[in-house]
């Protein structure tokens, strides 16, 4: 099995063959797990080897089953509950949540998704991000209202019961808050030692399902003069950034449903903008107005906030495309290895300019790459899970992934990310995450 | 609340339905939204961009902001916007120092456009009582945020007619990103 192993080799390290998973591979029975999140034990491994099976003889005519079955199959299980949630058991799994300005406006801030607690692409409703910038409203949405107008023939106003009767479209989509991955720009000159969900959890996926907003600008009729648009919502922060009209014609969804049931209240309900690829910031929630102008608004989110300053004191402004980005989710912060063994390392790749076409993964510290596996058929402007084996030889290492899109975009390093910034700049971290592993299993955030 | 309380779907808007074709170029709606006259949106279009239009009327000058400021925003902003509670961002200081090692971004420093204050103040401060500064507290407080960093004076009276024309020191420092395509 060593020379096997050795022969799959893709990088340094102990990065494998994605092959060797496959039906038929060596390695069944074989794979390492994940610790669960927090501190390496040791106990419950003693526990299952010093396990002894009761002698039984279950065709005994004496004899119940009850004796060797599990107390699952010996009680009646719960009533059914109208709206399903998670497992008892996974009651740990909850969204980060960050308040900077706490009692005063404890609204004002951001909840995380726990990344290194999921799976697959689509983030459940429940724990995708939220960004508020002052508290989720409660709208009604029998009293809801939409209104166009601007430079446009003819204003409309649209309730909930009207735009039911639109055609709908389904997309899967990445949201991606501007300011995610903080931890890891330009604000902090040493690395902070949290999970991945903390550090990169302001990026969700989900399939949204809404209204081409370029429907209902049709409606209205677009005058000549019309370049930008203004969009609006109905929070407290009375959230308004500037959107190009090509971007509001193109790809722009009036989103009302999220994984198939009516938004959550977080992600903007009853209705929502939402705009692929774009700062998530600009995908207004709770959307109540969209004024058609000439120029930008010049709003406060577009100005003082999400604005990106270089080291030479200007900034550039309307950087709307979230740039192409990477990391790897298992393992990562918050995680603790079980141990030396065979890991498969997953990941989330996604990109604002198009599909990811390529996750690279280095176990050396960026020196050595492989190809990862990239599950499923990569979507425009979605989530994109990657996977590649990996053998850790129990030496403490370096772990880094690297996604280029299809236009062509790259990570960075972080240093060279950063020198692109000034001080304190915090949008747009799209660099190369590195976690190091050290030797009792413990994985950290380093900067590189 | 059901979408499809009302529901009353055309027989030609079912056949549009599944024939199939997903985009929304291809797509058209049913034309249902309700016409509304434009010049009864006041109380809708709260937004103002840097030509001023749609500035209420009413006035204020850094005196009567000092009273609004005290009272409604010294609490997280600090003595003379200086900066103060938590996060909150300093209003005031940092003009020259964007080039520097220690850029300071604040409302005299960094945004360019004085009309953006009041329309986001006017729409999000404060927090803890959002939309409730009259027009004049908001042209008030505007006044004294723009007089701390020496962009007005203390007397100028800042209104529908003066605020669009105050030019703020960092007008120049922004490189525009978009479209993509002319950045190249």
């Given at each position: 099995?060593?020379?096997?192993l050795e022969?799959?080799?893709v990088?340094?390290?102990?990065?494998?063959?994605?092959?060797?998973?496959m039906?038929?591979?060596l390695?069944?029975?074989?794979?390492a797990?994940f610790?669960?999140?927090?501190r390496?034990d040791?106990?419950?491994?003693?526990?299952?080897i010093?396990?002894?099976?009761p002698?039984?003889?279950?065709?005994s005519?004496s004899?119940?089953i009850?004796?060797f079955?599990?107390d699952?199959?010996?009680?009646?299980?719960?009533?059914?509950?109208?709206?399903g949630k998670p497992?008892?058991?996974?009651?740990?799994?909850?969204?980060?949540?960050?308040?900077?300005?706490?009692?005063?406006?404890?609204?004002?801030?951001i909840?995380?998704t726990p990344?290194?607690s999921?799976e697959?692409?689509?983030?459940?409703?429940?724990?995708?991000?939220?960004r508020?910038?002052?508290?989720?409203p409660?709208?009604?949405?029998?009293?809801?209202?939409?209104?166009?107008?601007?430079?446009?023939q003819?204003?409309?106003k649209?309730?909930?019961?009207?735009?039911?009767?639109?055609?709908?479209?389904?997309?899967?989509?990445?949201i991606?808050?501007?300011g995610?991955?903080?931890?890891?720009?330009n604000?902090?000159?040493?690395?902070?030692?949290v999970?991945?969900?903390?550090?990169?959890g302001?990026?969700?996926g989900?399939e949204?399902?809404?209204i081409?907003?370029?429907?209902?600008?049709?409606?209205?009729?677009?005058?000549?003069?019309?370049?930008?648009?203004?969009?609006?919502?109905?929070?407290?922060?009375g959230?308004?950034?500037?959107?190009?009209?090509?971007?509001?014609?193109d790809?722009?969804?009036?989103?009302?449903?999220?994984?198939?049931?009516m938004?959550?209240?977080e992600?903007?309900?009853?209705?929502?903008?939402?705009?692929?690829?774009?700062?998530?910031?600009?995908s207004?929630?709770?959307?109540?107005?969209i004024?058609?102008?000439?120029?930008?608004t010049?709003t406060?989110?577009?100005?003082?906030?999400y604005?990106?300053l270089m080291p030479?004191?200007?900034?550039?402004?309307?950087?709307?495309?979230m740039?192409?980005k990477?990391?790897?989710?298992?393992?990562?912060g918050g995680?603790?290895?079980?141990?030396?063994?065979?890991?498969e390392?997953s990941?989330?790749?996604?990109?604002?300019?198009?599909?990811?076409?390529?996750v690279?993964?280095?176990?050396?510290?960026?020196?050595?790459?492989?190809?990862?596996?990239?599950?499923?058929e990569?979507l425009?402007r979605?989530?994109?899970?990657?996977?590649?084996?990996?053998?850790?030889?129990?030496?403490?290492?370096?772990?880094?992934?690297r996604?280029?899109?299809?236009?062509?975009?790259?990570?960075?390093?972080?240093?060279?990310?950063?020198?692109?910034?000034?001080?304190?700049?915090?949008?747009h971290?799209?660099?190369?995450?590195?976690?190091?592993i050290?030797?009792?299993?413990?994985?950290?955030?380093?900067f590189? | 609340?059901?979408?499809?309380?009302?529901?009353?779907?055309?027989?030609?808007?079912?056949?549009?339905?599944?024939?199939g074709?997903?985009?929304?170029?291809e797509?058209q709606?049913?034309?249902l939204?309700?016409?509304?006259?434009?010049?009864?949106?006041?109380?809708?279009?709260?937004?103002?961009?840097?030509?001023?239009?749609?500035?209420p009327?009413?006035?204020?000058?850094?005196r009567s902001?000092?009273?609004?400021?005290?009272?409604?925003?010294?609490?997280?902003?600090g003595?003379?916007?200086?900066?103060?509670?938590?996060?909150?961002?300093?209003?005031?200081?940092?003009?020259?120092?964007l080039?520097?090692?220690e850029?300071?971004k604040?409302?005299?420093?960094?945004?360019?456009?004085?009309?953006?204050?009041?329309?986001?103040?006017?729409?999000a401060?404060?927090?803890?009582?959002?939309?409730?500064?009259?027009?004049?507290?908001v042209?008030?407080?505007?006044?004294?945020?723009?007089?701390?960093?020496?962009?007005?004076?203390e007397?100028?009276a800042?209104?529908?007619?003066?605020?669009?024309?105050?030019?703020?020191?960092?007008r120049?420092?922004?490189v525009?990103?978009?479209p993509?395509?002319?950045?190249?």
């Amino acid at each position: 099995m060593r020379s096997e192993l050795e022969a799959s080799l893709v990088a340094k390290n102990g990065l494998l063959d994605r092959r060797l998973f496959m039906k038929g591979g060596l390695l069944a029975g074989s794979i390492a797990v994940f610790a669960k999140p927090g501190r390496v034990d040791d106990t419950s491994t003693e526990a299952a080897i010093n396990y002894e099976a009761p002698v039984f003889d279950v065709q005994s005519a004496s004899q119940s089953i009850g004796a060797f079955l599990p107390d699952s199959m010996k009680t009646p299980g719960a009533i059914f509950r109208g709206y399903g949630k998670p497992a008892g058991a996974e009651s740990s799994v909850q969204r980060i949540i960050l308040q900077p300005y706490g009692d005063l406006a404890p609204g004002a801030g951001i909840a995380m998704t726990p990344l290194q607690s999921l799976e697959g692409t689509i983030t459940p409703n429940g724990l995708h991000f939220e960004r508020s910038h002052n508290g989720r409203p409660t709208i009604n949405p029998d009293e809801h209202e939409f209104l166009i107008h601007g430079l446009v023939q003819q204003p409309l106003k649209f309730s909930m019961d009207i735009l039911s009767r639109y055609p709908l479209i389904s997309r899967n989509y990445f949201i991606e808050c501007a300011g995610n991955s903080f931890f890891n720009s330009n604000l902090f000159s040493e690395a902070t030692q949290v999970s991945v969900g903390m550090i990169h959890g302001l990026v969700s996926g989900a399939e949204w399902t809404g209204i081409p907003l370029s429907i209902l600008l049709d409606e209205a009729g677009l005058l000549p003069e019309g370049k930008w648009i203004l969009a609006e919502g109905a929070d407290s922060a009375g959230m308004s950034r500037s959107i190009p009209l090509g971007k509001a014609m193109d790809d722009a969804i009036i989103a009302i449903y999220q994984n198939g049931e009516m938004l959550r209240p977080e992600q903007g309900y009853p209705m929502r903008l939402l705009l692929p690829g774009f700062e998530g910031n600009m995908s207004v929630k709770w959307l109540r107005r969209i004024k058609v102008t000439s120029n930008p608004t010049y709003t406060k989110d577009e100005t003082s906030k999400y604005s990106d300053l270089m080291p030479d004191g200007m900034a550039r402004q309307f950087t709307y495309t979230m740039g192409v980005k990477s990391t790897i989710t298992r393992p990562a912060g918050g995680l603790v290895m079980n141990g030396p063994g065979l890991y498969e390392i997953s990941g989330l790749a996604w990109s604002g300019s198009g599909k990811i076409i390529k996750v690279e993964v280095s176990a050396d510290g960026g020196t050595t790459w492989a190809a990862a596996a990239l599950d499923g058929e990569p979507l425009t402007r979605a989530l994109t899970r990657f996977r590649i084996p990996w053998k850790w030889d129990g030496l403490p290492t370096l772990l880094q992934s690297r996604a280029t899109d299809e236009a062509g975009n790259t990570q960075l390093r972080r240093d060279v990310w950063s020198a692109q910034y000034a001080e304190g700049q915090l949008y747009h971290c799209n660099a190369i995450q590195t976690w190091s592993i050290a030797r009792n299993g413990e994985v950290t955030n380093v900067f590189i | 609340m059901s979408l499809f309380k009302n529901f009353r779907l055309p027989v030609f808007f079912i056949g549009f339905i599944f024939s199939g074709v997903a985009l929304g170029g291809e797509l058209q709606g049913p034309k249902l939204g309700v016409p509304v006259e434009a010049g009864t949106l006041s109380g809708w279009d709260i937004s103002i961009g840097p030509d001023g239009r749609g500035l209420p009327d009413g006035e204020g000058d850094s005196r009567s902001g000092f009273t609004v400021f005290t009272e409604r925003c010294l609490r997280c902003h600090g003595q003379r916007g200086a900066g103060g509670l938590g996060l909150a961002d300093p209003l005031v200081g940092g003009i020259g120092s964007l080039a520097t090692d220690e850029p300071l971004k604040t409302v005299g420093s960094y945004w360019p456009y004085a009309t953006t204050i009041f329309d986001y103040i006017r729409r999000a401060m404060p927090y803890d009582a959002p939309a409730s500064l009259t027009n004049s507290e908001v042209y008030a407080v505007t006044a004294y945020i723009l007089a701390q960093n020496g962009i007005i004076g203390e007397v100028d009276a800042i209104n529908a007619v003066t605020l669009p024309m105050v030019r703020m020191p960092n007008r120049d420092g922004f490189v525009m990103f978009w479209p993509e395509e002319d950045r190249k």
